[in-house]
């Protein structure tokens, strides 16, 4: 492997370790970090951009969105506890890297994007990279996926003001929700919501982070599925 690719592996165990007293975490799961590993950033990352792709920031994707910071993906990811089995909704597609993250852990991802033109890269990049488990839809995240919830883990790459309702109702109990939760272009916080078995919601705060915003608008419609 490319010495900047180890060197972006390194760098996620070295924050992990930073973050521990925040997250509760020292280190990320050999999984998650085989993952990390395993999906090459560069192939999410448009040409311009390409020789930051192994950079622990995030980096412009167009249309105005950034794809996360790698230790970011690899936290949240963490946060996840995903199983060979496990179903996933992402909200915010956008240039797919953290799908691929997900698709390699879990059964089966599906991930809601609004913006028609990322929604359609995207698919066209896991058609060419052979991800066959990731389904995109472009809709308003806001409103999750009924038709296929529940969902073990969902996970919301871009900043809430609050946490969408339609979210926590499609959680299989004992699922976990990974959202940040703030106002737009501010601090916001990392959430790690609980779905108990007996059906309590347990919220842990994570860690401060700074996400593009969360739109909920309600006009988002499907216009590139069919
Ligand atoms: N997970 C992405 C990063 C996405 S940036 C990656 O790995 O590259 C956040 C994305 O959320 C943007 O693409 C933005 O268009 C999308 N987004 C914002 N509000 C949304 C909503 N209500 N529903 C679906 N997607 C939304």
Redesign the pocket.
Known sequence: MADTRQQMLDTIATEARYTASMTGRRQFSEAVMQAMSDVDRAA?IPPANREQAYDNGPLP?G??????QPYI?ALMTDLLELTPESVVL????????????LAQLARQVY?????PE?AET?RKRFADLGYANIEVRC????DGWQDRAPFDGI?V??AASEIPPALIEQLRPGGRLVIPVGPPYSYQELLLITREEAGNIRTQKILGVA???????QN?NDVTRH
């Open positions: 999410f994707i249309n105005g969105q950034t794809i996360s993906v992402e909200v915010g597609t956008g240039s797919g890297y953290q799908a691929a993250i991930s809601l994007e609004r913006i990322l995207a809709a308003n995240g806001y996970i790459t871009a996400f593009v915003p969360l739109i909920n608008d988002t």
